[in-house]
């Protein structure tokens, strides 16, 4: 059974920082290509970060150089850092598993609340 549990959210006033963690089970972790995406409220899902199977990384343009997404293959731990939040980064961050092994996949986390308000 595949689980995908993050943690790590929160409240932070605008400037704060907050890492989020994504703890994998029932998945080959070394081999899964991983992302963290956001909801806002009243808004799509919306991509913010991945980390390849193969090391590439990609950060979504609106939070580049704020966030950066790394992971420990060890642990079956993927994270995001997230720096200088703004009230516009509020939302419910969800960790994906796109790929393992080089099958496509589809699985999601229940998610992690951030709010970044004064």
């Known amino acids: 059974q595949v689980q995908l549990v993050e943690s790590g959210g929160g409240w932070v006033l605008p400037g704060g920082s907050l890492r989020l963690s994504c703890s994998a089970s029932?998945?080959?972790?070394?081999?899964?290509?991983l992302a963290w995406y956001r909801q806002a409220p009243g808004k799509q899902r919306e991509l913010v970060a991945t980390?390849?199977?193969?090391?590439?990384?990609n950060i979504a343009n609106g939070v580049k150089g704020r966030f950066t997404i790394s992971r420990d293959n060890a642990k079956n731990t993927l994270y995001l850092q997230m720096n200088n939040l703004k009230p516009e980064d509020t939302a419910v961050y969800y960790c994906n598993c796109n790929a393992e092994a080089g099958w496509e996949r589809n699985y999601w986390g229940q998610g992690t609340q951030v709010t970044v308000s004064s």
């Open positions: 980390f390849t199977s193969g090391g590439s990384t």
């Open positions: 029932g998945i080959i972790f070394p081999l899964a290509s």
